[in-house]
C-alpha cells in the first residue's frame, strides 16, 4: 500500500484487536442494503486508551456503522460519528450511587480514537454531502485502519487516505480481507 498508508505489521501487540474490529467492521457491510449507486461499507469507532496493557480494558467501542443505516444516504463512517455525537457527555450520568452499569458516554478527551472501516473513507460524494475523510479529519479520529482502497467505479481519483495522511492521521491497511471487504459490493463491482 502507498500513499502514506502504511500496512499493519504482525509484531503489533493489538494486532488481533485490530483484526477482530475490522471482522466486526465486516460484519457490518453485511448489513448494508445494496443500491446502484453506493458500496456497501461497514465501520466501527472505538476508543483506544493507551495508558492501559491488557487489550480487554485498551479498547471499548463507541459505535458501530454501515452504508446508509440512518436516513439521509448516510456513509458507515459518518454513522459512527452520528451515533458518537448523540453519546452523554462523560460525567452526565444519572445513575444510583453504586450500581454497576456500563459508561456509554462519549470518550474522555486523553484517550484516542480509533475508526475501522472496510473501505478507504470517501474523499468526493457525488450526493453533495461531505466526505467522510473531511469528517474524520474534523472528529479527531487519530488512526483509520482500512480494509481496501475504494474501487473507482463511482469517483475517480479517490483520495480519502492522502486527505486523511495529510492532515496528521495514522491509516493503516488490515491485509487479508479484501475479499471479505468487497464482497457485500458485488452488485456493483
Not at 55 to 82: K, M, V
Not at 122 to 130: D, E, F, I, K, V
Amino acid at each position: 500500500m502507498s500513499h502514506g498508508m502504511t500496512t499493519l505489521s504482525e509484531n503489533d501487540p493489538d494486532a488481533s484487536s485490530h483484526v477482530q474490529f475490522m471482522k466486526l467492521a465486516i460484519d457490518q457491510a453485511n448489513l448494508s442494503i445494496p443500491v446502484q449507486s453506493g458500496y456497501c461499507v461497514g465501520a466501527v469507532l472505538v476508543q483506544l486508551d493507551p495508558h492501559r496493557t491488557n487489550p480487554e480494558d485498551r479498547f471499548r467501542i463507541l459505535a458501530t456503522g454501515y452504508s446508509r443505516e440512518l436516513p439521509g444516504n448516510t456513509h458507515a463512517e459518518e454513522c459512527c460519528l452520528l451515533k458518537l455525537a448523540q453519546l452523554p457527555q462523560s460525567g452526565q450520568h444519572d445513575h444510583p450511587q453504586g450500581a454497576e452499569y456500563e459508561d456509554m458516554s462519549a470518550p474522555h478527551p486523553s484517550k484516542e480514537l480509533v475508526m475501522y472501516s472496510t473501505m478507504e473513507p470517501c474523499s468526493t460524494r457525488l450526493s453533495g454531502n461531505r466526505p467522510c475523510s473531511d469528517r474524520l479529519i474534523e472528529s479527531g479520529v487519530r488512526t483509520v485502519y482500512v480494509g481496501v482502497r475504494e474501487p473507482d467505479h463511482f469517483v475517480q481519483e479517490v483520495v480519502g487516505v492522502e486527505n486523511m495522511v495529510e492532515h496528521g492521521m495514522r491509516v493503516v491497511h488490515i491485509p487479508g480481507y479484501e475479499a471479505e471487504c468487497l464482497a457485500p459490493n458485488r452488485h456493483v463491482l
